[in-house]
C-alpha cells in the first residue's frame, strides 16, 4: 500500500483512457481516472452526426467484450460507438469522475499529484495520460485570416451540412475529415471548394480500418509496406462524391481578403464559410509542469513511458504511443502493453512511502 490516493491516475477516459482501466483492474492495481467530458464517449461525442467507423464492429472493439455487431454487417456509426463506450465502463464498474478537468500534473518526491480544475489535489505512484487530441484542434495560419468576415469552425465543431446550405463554402484539408465533410457539404453548398497541401491519396475501395491497422502493425514490427493512415478511407459518402464525379481538390489560396480568399492565379472569390479540417495536436497541456511537452504537444516516450518523467505513461493519440494506439482496436493493444510495465515499476518501488 502506498501514500498516494490511488497507484495510478487516468486522465481522460475516452477509448483510450477504458483500455487502460481494463488493464489496470486485471492487475489488481488502485485507480481513478478523471474526464473532462460531461458523459462517455471521449471524442465520439464530439464528431459529426453523419460519422461511421471505417471499420466493423468485430475490428473495433475494446478488450474483454467486443462491440456488438448490430444488424447488419455496415461500419458502425458514431452513436453506436458512444453507446458501446458507455456500457463498456458501466460493465467494468470502473470509478470515473466526469466532468472532472485536470489543469497540472506535478512532480512529488515520490509520487505525481494531479492538480483538477476544481482546485482537489489528489496523488498516484503513476500517471497514465490519455486526455487524446480533439480538446487541440490545429487551424494552420494564412495571411489576412484576421479580417475575413466569413465564418470559420474547425471539424471538432462540425456536425452536420445543414448550416451551410446555400453558402459558398471552402472545406480545408486532405484527410478523411476532409473528405467525409467535403463529401457531404458539397451537394447542399451552393458552391463548396476541397483545398489541400498536395492531391489527396485515396485508398482503394477494399481498403478499410483492418486493413490500416494490419499495415500500422506491420510497420510498428519494423516490416517495410504502405503507410495508409492520412490516406483516406472510400467510406459510402466518400465514394457516392467521387461516382458523382464532385470529389475533386485544388491547391491552397494565397491569403484571406475580409470576404474571401485570393487563388495563386491571382483570382478573388468571394467565400461565406471556412471549414478547417487540418487536425489535432495532442491535449498535453496539463502535463507543462513536468518540462516534457515537446513541440506540437508531443512527448517523449519509450515504450509509452515518458522519458523525461518516468512516472508518467501515455496512451492514444498517435502511433508514437503504440501501433494505432489512437483507433479501438490498437487501443487495446497498446494497454496491453502499457500496464504490465507500469505494474512492473510499481513493484519495483519502496512501498509504503508517504508522500506530502
Ligand atoms: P478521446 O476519445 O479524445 O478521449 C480523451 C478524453 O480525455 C476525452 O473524454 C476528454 O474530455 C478527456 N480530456 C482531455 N483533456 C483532459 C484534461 N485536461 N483533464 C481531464 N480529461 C481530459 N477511430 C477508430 O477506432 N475507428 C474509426 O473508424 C475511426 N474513424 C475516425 C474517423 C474520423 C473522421 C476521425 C476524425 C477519427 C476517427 N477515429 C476512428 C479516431 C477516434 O475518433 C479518436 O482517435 C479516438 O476517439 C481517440 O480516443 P482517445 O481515448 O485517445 O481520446
Known sequence: MSGTDHDVIVIGGGQA??????????????????????????????????????????????????????????????????????RYEERYGFAIERPCVVEAVEAL??????RLASGRRLTALAVVSATGT???????????????RGSQLHSAFYRSPEPFRDQRVLVVGGGNSGAQIFAELAPVAAAATWVTLQAPVFLPDEVDG?????????????????????????VPPVKAARDRGILHAV?????????????????????????WCTGFRPATAHLAPLGCVGPEGRVEVVDQRAVAQPRLWLAGYGNWTGAASATLIGAGRTARELVPRIAEALTAEPSGMPID
Open 251 to 275: 491547391r491552397p489560396f494565397e491569403r484571406f481578403t475580409p470576404d474571401g480568399v485570393v487563388w495563386p492565379d491571382g483570382t478573388a472569390a468571394t467565400i461565406d464559410a471556412v471549414i
Open 109 to 114: 518526491a515520490d509520487g505525481l499529484q494531479v
Open 17 to 86: 483512457g477504458l483500455a487502460v482501466a481494463y488493464y489496470l483492474r486485471r492487475a489488481g492495481l488502485s485507480f481513478v481516472i478523471l474526464d473532462a467530458g460531461e458523459g462517455p464517449g471521449g471524442a465520439w461525442a464530439h464528431t459529426w452526426d453523419s460519422l461511421h467507423l471505417f471499420s466493423p464492429a468485430a475490428f473495433s472493439s475494446l478488450p474483454g467484450w467486443p462491440m456488438p455487431a448490430g444488424d447488419t454487417d455496415a461500419f458502425p456509426t458514431r452513436d453506436a460507438v458512444i453507446d458501446y463506450l458507455t
Open 134 to 148: 480533439w480538446s487541440s484542434p490545429f487551424i494552420p495560419a494564412y495571411p489576412g485570416q484576421d479580417q475575413f
Open 210 to 234: 483492418r486493413v490500416l491497422f494490419e499495415r500500422a502493425s506491420a510497420r510498428v514490427r519494423g516490416e517495410d509496406g504502405p503507410a495508409g493512415f492520412g490516406d483516406i478511407v472510400m
